[in-house]
């Protein structure tokens, strides 16, 4: 079975950064695209960034776009977040996902595997 564990999240300042961890364990995820999303408490689950595990090509939402980069590792099997000039409005519980196929997808119903979560949490 697959397990994801995300590591990273924390309080910072706005303005500050912050990067996440991934890390995926159980099987190998070549060529699997991988997801990031957050959660605010009684909000929905939002898309936030994609990565092909192979491919390189990315996907990010337009609320992060320029200040968020996903990257991988894959001789870590790690995919990482990288969080720049964040905001408070980017406070949420951050959620790592994984899913297989080619294409990358902003549905969190696309992804199969999930992993616990690591709050972040932007002071003003």
């Known amino acids: 079975q697959v397990q994801l564990v995300e590591s990273g999240g924390g309080l910072v300042q706005a303005g500050g950064s912050l990067r996440l961890s991934c890390a995926a364990s159980g099987r190998s995820f070549s060529g699997y695209a991988m997801g990031w999303f957050r959660q605010a408490p009684g909000k929905e689950r939002e898309f936030v960034a994609c990565i092909r595990w192979s491919g390189g090509n990315t996907d990010y939402a337009d609320s992060v776009k320029g200040r968020f980069t996903i990257s991988r590792d894959n001789a870590k099997n790690t995919v990482y977040l990288q969080m720049n000039s964040l905001k408070p409005e980017d406070t949420a519980v951050y959620y790592c996902?994984?899913?297989?196929?080619?294409?990358?997808?902003?549905?969190?119903?696309?992804?199969?595997?999930w992993g616990q979560g690591t709050q972040v949490t932007v002071s003003s």
């Open positions: 996902a994984a899913r297989g196929g080619g294409g990358l997808r902003r549905s969190p119903s696309d992804y199969n595997y």
